[in-house]
Each structure stands twice: as structure tokens, then as C-alpha cells.
């Protein structure tokens, strides 16, 4: 009975040593890798099995290269990573691409060789339009202090000005009272004179018709 159980463990594991092998080059020993464009600047690409077109489960080494159109400029390298908007299958870049069109080209050494390019287009993005910058406009008046001011002034003067010209009819008629008084004195005293001067000859003249 334990020889038994001995042979049927080792027959199992015999078969899964034939097995696994097969498992693990079901997939084939290259990825075939597309680049389907860029999105804001970024790389995008897809990377699959060659043989069964299955997305990579595993961590995917590769390098990404792009060179202008006209060769004056180079990017890169820079490495691919998940792209959770492209699952399972999709890869991007974290760096992105300036405006212009480039050739990029994509070189995986893990889990399997690939290789894939393509040329690519970044379009000039125009700013977004921002606030409009205020017109500075014309200061506004500062609230001056000098009208609260003039007009205390002004209505301080007022009742000065009327006190003045209150004060000239009263002055002037005052100097007219004074006129009159003195006129008033001066007939009096006159009249008083002129009265006795008569009073002192009719005294006469009665005493010279009783002489």
C-alpha cells in the first residue's frame, strides 16, 4: 500500500514536469508590441503575446526612444508603465512628448523580446484662455475732506455776514439817532436863547412905559 502511494506521487510529479514547460510556452517567447499613438504627449502602446495576442500579466521591461522627423531632437529613454485606461493590454509613458511629430519606437526585453515603432504627431495645445486682466479704471475721487470743511466754513461765515450787514443798518441808524439827538439839542438851545432875549425886552419896554 506505501509502495503505492509512493509510485502515484512520483507519476504526478512527473507529468507536472512536462506540463509546466508546456504552460509556460503557450504564451510563445515574444510579445508582439503595438504603438497605438499618444495621448497628451504620452506614448501608448500595446503589449500582448505573440502566439495567443494575451495580454502580459507580468511587469514588462522596455524602453521607449523617440527622434524628431528631422533628427534634431531625441527623447527619451524612458520606460513603460501600466495605463489604467487602456487595461489589460495597454502601456504608456509618465513623460510626455513636446509638439511636433517624432518617431518613437518601443524595444521590451521582459518577459519576452518585442519590438514595435510608430510615427507619432503631438498637436500645439493653445493655452486655456485665462480671466481677462482688468482695465485698471480711473481712480475714483478720494472723499475730500476739505468740503466738509469749506462748507463749515461757509456756514460759519453766513451768520458773520449777516451779523455785518445786520450791523451796518444799526450802526447807520444809530449815527442818525445821534445826529438827531444833537440837532434836536442844538434847536432846543436855541430856541431857549431866543425865548429869553424876547422875555428880557418886553421886561424892558414894561419897565421903561412905567418910568
Avoid: C
Avoid at 503595438?34 to 502566439?51: I, K, L
Avoid at 509618465?94 to 515603432?117: I, M, Q, R, T
Avoid at 485665462?130 to 485698471?136: D, E, R, S, Y
Amino acid at each position: 500500500m506505501r509502495i503505492r502511494i509512493v509510485f502515484s506521487a512520483a507519476l504526478a510529479a512527473l507529468g507536472l514536469m512536462f506540463l509546466l514547460p508546456t504552460a509556460a510556452h503557450a504564451h510563445g517567447d515574444t510579445v508582439k508590441v503595438v504603438v497605438t499613438g499618444q495621448r497628451e504627449g504620452h506614448v501608448t502602446a500595446d503589449v500582448t503575446w505573440e502566439n495567443d495576442g494575451d495580454a502580459v500579466d507580468e511587469a514588462v521591461a522596455a524602453t521607449v526612444n523617440a527622434v524628431s522627423v528631422d533628427g534634431s531632437r531625441t527623447m527619451g529613454p524612458w520606460r513603460l508603465v501600466r495605463d489604467p485606461a487602456a487595461a489589460p493590454a495597454g502601456w504608456t509613458t509618465a513623460e510626455a512628448l513636446p509638439p511636433g511629430s517624432w518617431k518613437v519606437s518601443v524595444d521590451v526585453g521582459f518577459p519576452a523580446l518585442g519590438h514595435g515603432e510608430l510615427e507619432v504627431g503631438v498637436p500645439v495645445v493653445d493655452p486655456a484662455p485665462g480671466a481677462p486682466t482688468p482695465v485698471a479704471s480711473a481712480a475714483a475721487p478720494a472723499p475730500s475732506s476739505a468740503a466738509p470743511v469749506s462748507s463749515a466754513a461757509s456756514a460759519a461765515s453766513a451768520p458773520a455776514a449777516s451779523t455785518a450787514q445786520a450791523a451796518e443798518p444799526a450802526a447807520a441808524t444809530e449815527g442818525y439817532a445821534v445826529w438827531w439827538t444833537t440837532a434836536g439839542v442844538a434847536v432846543t438851545a436855541v430856541a431857549g436863547a431866543a425865548v429869553g432875549l424876547l422875555l428880557r425886552r418886553r421886561r424892558r419896554v414894561r419897565l421903561d412905559r412905567l418910568n
